[in-house]
């Protein structure tokens, strides 16, 4: 079964500074798909970025980019240039070749201080 | 925004009773998905559906039933609320299979607290 790690349950970071939120992940398949998922306190949950595993390029999303490492399983989620809007529980998931469901990491509650 | 809602948007029911939860969508998306979310669990999914009256089962499904009999509602049905099932209900919609569109959208959330 497909497994989804976020080591940090918190992290903080300075307005207008870079953060970086780890992801790990445990799968067989060979094509599958991640996301970074935004929770804020509205509990509304919001695409940040996505990224296709067959795909080398790492995927950015104006100040949102991903270090994809497809050997080590690793999409990680980098914010530059922090602002007090990006507080909020951060969600890293997988969705896997003909897997339909996402399967969740436990998140990362992110803190911006001005 | 995708084009999703969920009602009620907060529940509050007493043990034994059951309890439907609707999601509705806009979007004609063929696979809608109900998800929970607790603290130290991420979310978790309970059923999806793939079509209309076809849905499977998620990896939380015992004591929820689903239906879907139009594609853009599917229902969430908690048989016999328990305490254990007060939880943020998430439905959330997709259209895999087509370039670019297998992101899962989310509505908004159901609280739900069972006393």
């Known amino acids: 079964a497909q497994t989804v790690t976020q080591s940090q349950p918190e992290m903080s970071v300075q307005e207008a500074e870079t953060v970086t939120l780890s992801c790990t992940y445990d799968?067989?398949?060979?094509?599958?798909?991640l996301f970074w998922y935004k929770q804020p306190p509205s509990r509304q949950m919001i695409l940040v970025i996505r990224q296709e595993a067959y795909k080398q390029q790492n995927a950015t999303e104006n100040r949102f980019s991903v270090n994809f490492q497809k050997a080590a399983k690793s999409f990680s989620l980098k914010i530059s240039d922090s602002q007090l809007g990006d507080a909020a529980m951060y969600f890293c998931a997988y969705s896997g070749g003909s897997n339909y469901k996402l399967t969740f990491g436990k998140g990362t509650l992110l803190t911006v201080n001005p | 925004d995708a084009g999703i809602t969920q009602s009620p948007r907060h529940k509050v029911t007493e043990t034994g009773t059951p309890v439907t939860l609707r999601c509705h969508q806009t979007?004609?998306?063929?696979?809608m998905y109900w998800y929970r979310q607790d603290p130290g669990h991420g979310l978790r999914l309970i059923h999806y559906s793939y079509g209309v009256k076809d849905t499977d089962k998620g990896e939380v499904s015992d004591g929820y039933s689903v239906s879907r009999s139009k594609t853009e509602d599917f229902l969430l049905t908690l048989e016999s609320a328990t305490s254990s099932q007060t939880s943020v209900y998430f439905c959330a919609i997709s259209d895999w299979g087509h370039m670019g569109t297998d992101t899962q959208y989310f509505g908004p959330g159901t609280r739900l607290t069972v006393l």
């Open positions: 799968t067989s398949e060979s094509d599958y798909y």
């Open positions: 979007e004609n998306h063929r696979y």
